[in-house]
């Protein structure tokens, strides 16, 4: 009995510095890649990105956001990483996409025209790096919705999913922040598809792993 205790003892404190190397590797990887990758992308979605605050606190959710995946990744997660990793997400979403400190303010439209986006990507070339964001900005939602116990399929996710994004998109012409945009809503749905592509073929790898790692013992 005592022997039990100490084994499960030491089991817990063998994952707790397991997650204390996680955690400084995340510290790490998310210096590199905040100041490499994010740094120059943010204050396209993000304003008043000079502020001190403002970088802290998206430094301090890339930060997070790894931890919690490496955990996963090495299964040291708990019930709850799944949710935090999804509030974090809606958290960035919503600050980044109806922008509530007024740091952009248009005049409220439609535009249903999706022809729209070959003139901008001709003209300008910012749009490119535009685009490819919006592609990539519903990417994880597909494997963050897995977390969610009630959304068990495909179809409840994408529901969910496409709910999202037409409040989202209401939201930006009715509070002026943008514009209720068809062009994004196709770039948002092909971005989910992607991530639902790639949830599976990661999905698919793991299943592989597994019988190999029982034939091992």
């Known amino acids: 009995m005592r022997s039990s205790k100490l084994e499960k003892g030491m089991t817990n404190i063998k994952r707790n510095i397991y997650k204390l190397l996680l955690f400084l590797l995340s510290l790490l990887v998310a210096f590199i890649v905040y100041f490499r990758i994010f740094y120059n992308i943010l204050p396209m979605y993000f304003g008043n990105m000079e502020s001190l605050n403002k970088n802290v606190l998206a430094f301090g959710i890339v930060v997070f956001t790894l931890y919690i995946l490496l955990k996963?990744?090495?299964?040291?997660?708990?019930?709850?990483?799944?949710?935090?990793?999804?509030?974090?997400?809606l958290f960035v979403l919503t600050i980044g996409l109806l922008r509530p400190?007024?740091?952009?303010?248009?005049?409220?439209?439609?535009?249903?025209?999706?022809?729209?986006?070959?003139?901008?990507?001709?003209?300008?070339?910012?749009?490119?790096?535009?685009?490819?964001?919006?592609?990539?900005?519903?990417?994880?939602?597909?494997?963050?919705l897995s977390?969610?116990?009630?959304?068990?399929?495909?179809?409840?996710?994408?529901?969910?999913?496409?709910?999202?994004?037409?409040?989202?998109?209401?939201?930006?012409?009715?509070?002026?922040v943008g514009m209720f945009d068809v062009t994004d809503l196709l770039l948002y749905i092909i971005g989910f598809f992607a991530g639902f592509g790639v949830y599976c073929c990661i999905k698919k790898v793991f299943r592989a792993q597994k019988p190999r790692n029982s034939s091992q013992f």
């Open 72 to 89: 996963m990744v090495f299964k040291l997660q708990n019930k709850w990483d799944g949710y935090l990793l999804l509030l974090l997400y």
């Open 101 to 144: 400190d007024d740091s952009v303010s248009l005049e409220s439209y439609f535009n249903v025209n999706v022809m729209l986006i070959l003139e901008d990507l001709r003209i300008n070339e910012a749009s490119w790096s535009v685009l490819l964001i919006n592609l990539m900005l519903f990417t994880p939602m597909y494997f963050l």
């Open 147 to 176: 977390f969610v116990p009630f959304l068990d399929d495909f179809l409840k996710r994408f529901i969910a999913f496409f709910t999202l994004i037409l409040v989202i998109e209401s939201l930006q012409s009715i509070l002026k």
